[in-house]
Nanobody, 122 residues
Framework: QEELVESGGGSVQAGGSLRLSCKVS???????VGWFRQAPGKEREGIAV????????VYANNGEGRFTIAQDDAENAVYLHMNNLKLEDTAMYYC????????????????WGHGTQVTVSS
């Protein structure tokens, strides 16, 4: 079964925007839902996380204020709004969810989507 399914990736020009979507099958079971990315040759890095019940969010600084995480309870979905995309944002973006929180690293996330590719070009 697919716990999380990402969509919304694609190829965009630098300066453009994308909204990534994550449909969460057991939305109310998950305590927190977040977004990660991994570029070739680099470690997987957390971007942001949201606790849908409390509507709290935590951001890493790798988005430089250009990314916003949001939720839609009616759709059982979590989104990542990405603005002013840069070449260095090119990566595979993953949605992840978990129930035990440690920090914005993979250890806090037990469930992962397959990823959606974001490619930013000049």
């Amino acid at each position: 079964q697919e716990e999380l399914v990402e969509s919304g990736g694609g190829s965009v020009q630098a300066g453009g925007s994308l909204r990534l979507s994550c449909k969460v099958s057991r939305y109310r079971y998950m305590r927190h839902v977040g977004w990660f990315r991994q570029a070739p040759g680099k470690e997987r890095e957390g971007i942001a996380v949201i606790w849908p019940t409390a509507r709290n969010t935590v951001y890493a600084n790798n988005g430089e204020g250009r990314f916003t995480i949001a939720q839609d309870d009616a759709e059982n979905a979590v989104y990542l709004h990405m603005n002013n995309l840069k070449l260095e944002d090119t990566a595979m973006y993953y949605c992840a969810a978990g129930r035990a929180w440690y920090d914005l690293s993979p250890r806090s996330f037990d469930y992962w989507g397959h990823g959606t590719q974001v490619t930013v070009s000049s």
